[in-house]
């Protein structure tokens, strides 16, 4: 099958508005909603009852019976009936199995500028599932109630691939969207399911922490279309001590996901007294600009008290315009305030001319002047990707 997406007009995209938002509306993560599992009646939407056993990608055998993941940074050293750091991975008698693959715990149809992607099929419809399981361990999470639990502990859907795709198919999604966890530990499951939805016309986006290695990702890269990277801090102290991870990879992973030719956005949630430095800011864009380039959008997010943060206020917003104001004198072209509904900074603007091109509110447009990926007022070209 193969479907041409436009770029939707107010009209559209309110018809489009108003079908998304019962979906998301009837359910939230840690389970599918009820809209969807009604679009899901026709091909047998059901709980599961026991974990996967399908054996993982990306792994070296030991003696012993013990294994070395080789999917993540961490590179787990994983022993007979143990699993890895993300408990999504177990070592059965030498075989390293994933325990989630068919097992969303969240399904929804979300709008894009949900993920967000700012640059993606503007108004598109998204079919997104998560499953349980994290490789890293964020102190401000906003979904830590399926990513930092184990299978076990959530209410799963028996979802294969196939079902997936159809799924997207009858919810009239262009794009499935692996996202709310982290989707790097249900790995095989996105690989197989972004490969069949190729083969029927949709598209599949990777919303990520970006702390893979080199070779699982760049495979992985030959089955998306576009990746969103939470790139957490520029400080590998603020790794260590926030994320537990490392900022390397993260900033290895940016780099191969450029070369590979996807679409990339980026997002860096601002967290108050911890990564809001005006040098930090000043590292990260000169860092982007000279190893990815000025029309990579970056979206400066507004932190909420979260999880194992909640000692902390919510960004002010002059932290946020002072991020931006350092992205733009830096020479980046497309910077964005995210969590903060009805700010200037919620646009595109024309990177030759200024002039708006995309108007926004939260996750609504107000406004499409792109014609042909090019601004309609003077012609220049606005990177991204709009059929």
């Known amino acids: 099958m193969n479907r041409k997406i436009l770029p939707l007009n107010r009209r559209e995209f309110c018809r489009v508005a108003a079908v998304t938002g019962g979906l998301c509306a009837s359910g939230g993560l840690g389970g599918v909603s009820d809209a969807v599992a009604q679009i899901g009646n026709a091909f047998v939407l059901r709980r599961a009852t026991e974990l996967s056993s399908v054996e993982a990608r990306f792994y070296e055998k030991l003696p012993d019976n013990e294994i070395v993941c080789k999917i993540c940074p961490r590179e787990c050293r994983v022993g007979d009936m143990e699993r890895g750091y993300c408990g999504t991975r177990e070592n059965r008698a030498g075989v390293y199995q994933t325990l989630v693959y068919g097992l969303p715990c969240a399904v929804n149809v979300d709008p894009i500028e949900k993920k967000p992607m700012f640059h993606y099929l503007p108004g598109t419809p998204a079919f997104s599932i998560a499953t349980a399981g994290c490789n890293v361990n964020c102190k401000f999470c906003q979904n830590w109630d399926i990513s930092q639990f184990r299978p076990e502990q959530t209410n799963n859907m028996d979802l294969p691939p196939e079902q997936v795709v159809a799924g997207a198919l009858r919810s009239d999604s262009a794009v499935i969207a692996y996202t709310?966890?982290?989707?790097?530990?249900?790995?095989?499951?996105?690989?197989?399911?972004?490969?069949?939805?190729?083969?029927?016309?949709?598209?599949?986006?990777?919303?990520?922490?970006?702390?893979?290695?080199?070779?699982?990702?760049?495979?992985?890269?030959?089955?998306?279309?576009?990746?969103?990277?939470?790139?957490?801090?520029?400080?590998?102290?603020?790794?260590?001590?926030?994320?537990?991870?490392?900022?390397?990879?993260?900033?290895?992973?940016?780099?191969?996901?450029?070369?590979?030719?996807?679409?990339?956005?980026?997002?860096?949630?601002?967290?108050?007294?911890?990564?809001?430095?005006?040098?930090?800011?000043?590292?990260?864009?000169?860092?982007?600009?000279?190893?990815?380039?000025?029309?990579?959008?970056?979206?400066?997010?507004r932190f909420h008290p979260q999880y194992l943060l909640k000692n902390l206020p919510p960004t002010p917003l002059p932290t946020l315009e002072t991020a931006c104001d350092i992205a733009v004198a830096t020479g980046l072209k497309y910077v964005y305030i995210g969590n903060v509904p009805g700010h200037r900074r919620e646009h595109t603007y024309c990177g030759s001319c200024g002039k708006l091109v995309i108007g926004r509110y939260g996750f609504q447009i107000t406004d499409f002047k792109i014609r042909d990926g090019l601004c309609e007022n003077c012609h220049g070209r606005i990177p991204g990707v709009w059929s």
Request: net charge negative; glycine share 6%; charged share 25%.
């Open 180 to 301: 709310y966890s982290e989707p790097i530990v249900f790995y095989e499951y996105m690989y197989d399911t972004a490969r069949l939805g190729r083969e029927r016309g949709l598209r599949s986006v990777m919303i990520t922490s970006g702390h893979i290695q080199q070779q699982p990702l760049i495979e992985l890269c030959g089955m998306l279309d576009a990746i969103k990277v939470d790139l957490k801090s520029f400080s590998e102290k603020y790794y260590h001590e926030i994320v537990h991870g490392e900022l390397q990879p993260v900033l290895d992973a940016l780099v191969t996901i450029k070369k590979q030719g996807l679409w990339l956005e980026i997002v860096y949630l601002v967290v108050p007294t911890l990564n809001d430095s005006e040098r930090e800011f000043t590292e990260l864009c000169r860092w982007i600009l000279n190893e990815l380039g000025p029309e990579v959008p970056i979206h400066f997010t």
